[in-house]
């Protein structure tokens, strides 16, 4: 096949294509005397010990320097490319004035420069806080106005929505970069991010302790607005060696990536993890299943991560063929378990596929639980059991542990746990509260000691591994003036996992439409976000105390997206 990877222990190599490449800089070891010191200087030996996202890079290019670490499109960048650009950009974000603890926001679909940008950040000292590309102007300055961050990097076509969420958000002196910028860019006065990759400069060297926050992800929760989970280098570090320990992961891997680098899941279950084994990355910047099909191909691509709803989408298409796809030997999946007829349809279609399914959530940076392959008929439906340094508890309403069998709230304890929430002590309290980080979600452990997940504690709507807060929702219906009162459900999508339902009880005379309902909330949440169906209610079903019975809504309109 043309262009196809060679998959020896040497890997792929090719010649550099990718932004001016230049020899990876030299690592000049810190100079240490012969003598015997009386006290030893501590610094020096912190640098010997230094194992962080900063060094990442930089270790992987002095084992495979030439081997492909990146393909994306005309772009192929070997590891010593890729460090010599980390190197690069750390400096430049040195050189204009951001210090250790400034934030740097990313507004971008995937591209090879979102590969750069975690490492570069951490061997700055910089946090690197990446905001989903399918939000709206405002829904982005909310995430902007959190993290305060010094410099804003988006792609030329997300430009006019992250200049808009700039200016709401009050940041007019925050630096402004561009990926592959162009006519919007140049308008707004947006800077091209290659005067970082290609800086002529070396960063000063920053101690980069475990406890340092490296990293802020964006999730909902139960809350209107965002929460900022703080990552640290600890935190991804054990992570990464989790997931590749309990994933199978191998330097010897030429992993696709098309689910969105904004995502836990995708960046650091898999590309940081690839990065840091020396494995290749080929990124997609959309993921269509004839695309992924010719990448696979293309490429030799043995490994790849989608959610059960894309793994489906891929198996109807009509460009689906088994013998372009022979070569694909690790499949994962998360966000939902795996219908059990889609598990069985995958091992007749793909027999040479094994599969993982990976649980967590993004406070843990984010995998706990790992099914492997062996397990996936016998334990169908199940999370696994806890991944490599993850230690997990069942909780009753009391705090204490329940027995096998018994349902109640899924805690960990691990290296992988975030930091808690920037800004926010009291959702902080609670996520550690009791000495164990809690999911907020309910499951049970069986006999085997694997978990199986029953339901979510926060309210939150799982659209292809999206997760939606029902409470964004019906904040943004309530804003209606006709709408009384109103209640936002997911309800079960045969695509797309679940689809975000609102239940809508109009004011007295009011005329309202399902369609209305639905424009309206669309001019102010993403499209993702936006209610798929509405159902015009004359009341909701209520508790004694008044609170609104989401179950019974949900048994009453589950069957919507199947209908």
């Known amino acids: 096949m043309s262009n196809s990877l060679d998959h020896s222990s040497d890997g792929p190599t090719a010649s550099p294509s990718a932004g001016n490449p230049v020899p990876p800089a030299a690592v000049r070891p810190a100079a240490v005397s012969t003598a015997r010191p009386t006290n030893p200087d501590t610094s020096l030996a912190g640098t010997v010990a230094s194992h962080s996202l900063a060094d990442i890079t930089r270790r992987s290019a002095g084992r495979y320097p030439d081997k492909l670490a990146l393909i994306d499109g005309p772009a192929a960048i070997t590891f010593s490319e890729l460090d010599r650009m980390v ?78 969420a700039v200016n709401l958000a009050g940041l007019p002196q925050a630096q402004r970069l561009a990926i592959t910028p162009g006519n919007r860019a140049a308008q707004n006065g947006w800077r091209d991010l290659n005067e970082w990759l290609d800086y002529p400069g070396q960063p000063q060297p920053v101690p980069l302790a475990d406890n340092d926050v490296v990293r802020l992800m964006f999730t909902s929760g139960t809350e209107a607005g965002p929460k900022a989970v703080q990552l640290t280098s600890r935190s991804l570090m054990w992570q990464y ?55 696979i191909e293309e490429y030799g691509v043995n490994k790849m991560f989608a959610t059960p709803s894309k793994w489906i989408e891929l198996l109807h298409s009509p460009t689906f063929d088994p013998a372009k796809l022979k070569g694909l030997a690790k499949g994962y999946y998360g966000a939902s378990a795996m219908p059990v007829p889609v598990l069985l349809e995958l091992a007749e279609r793909l027999p040479n596929l094994r599969l993982w399914n990976f649980y967590g959530q993004t406070e843990m940076s984010p995998a706990a639980c790992i099914l492997p392959p062996e397990d ?51 959702g902080t309290a609670a996520l550690f509260a009791g000495g164990w980080l809690h999911t907020g979600d309910q499951g049970y452990r069986s006999g085997s000691g694997r978990l199986y997940f029953v339901d979510r504690v926060k309210d939150t709507v799982n659209v292809g591994g999206e997760k939606v807060a029902s409470r964004e929702v019906e904040e943004a219906i309530y804003q209606m003036p006709e709408v009384l009162e109103a209640a936002v459900i997911g309800v079960p999508d045969p695509r797309f996992v679940e689809a975000v339902a609102a239940v809508v009880v109009p004011r007295p005379g009011a005329a309202l439409t399902p369609d209305a309902v639905i424009r309206f909330a669309g001019q102010r949440l993403a499209r993702f976000k936006t209610p798929r169906y509405v159902v015009i209610a004359e009341t909701l079903p209520k508790n004694a105390s008044g609170k609104i019975l989401k179950r019974e809504l949900r048994a009453q309109h589950g069957a919507l997206a199947l209908e």
């Open 87 to 164: 190197d690069s950009a750390a400096a430049a974000m040195q050189a204009d004035g951001l210090g250790k603890g400034d934030v740097v926001a990313s507004f971008s679909r995937n591209s090879w420069h979102l590969a750069v940008l975690p490492f570069a950040a951490a061997r700055a000292g910089v946090i690197l806080a990446p905001i989903n590309f399918l939000l709206s102007a405002p829904e982005v300055a909310a995430a902007l106005a959190l993290a305060k961050p010094r410099a804003v990097i988006a792609e030329e076509h997300l430009i006019d929505t992250a200049q808009a």
């Open 241 to 295: 060696v989790s997931t590749i320990v309990s994933g199978g992961a191998e330097a010897t891997d030429t992993d696709l990536h098309f689910m969105p680098f904004y995502h836990c899941a995708q960046l650091d279950v898999f590309l940081a993890p690839d990065i840091y084994l020396g494995a290749t990355s080929v990124v997609l910047r959309s993921a269509g299943p004839a695309r992924i099909i010719r990448a």
């Open 376 to 426: 996936q008929l016998e334990f169908a439906g199940s999370a696994g059991l806890p991944a490599l340094n993850v230690e997990m508890a069942i909780l009753g309403p009391d705090g204490q542990p329940v027995g096998v069998g018994q349902t109640g709230e899924i805690v960990f304890r691990s290296p992988h746990a975030c930091a808690g929430y920037l800004d926010d002590p009291q």
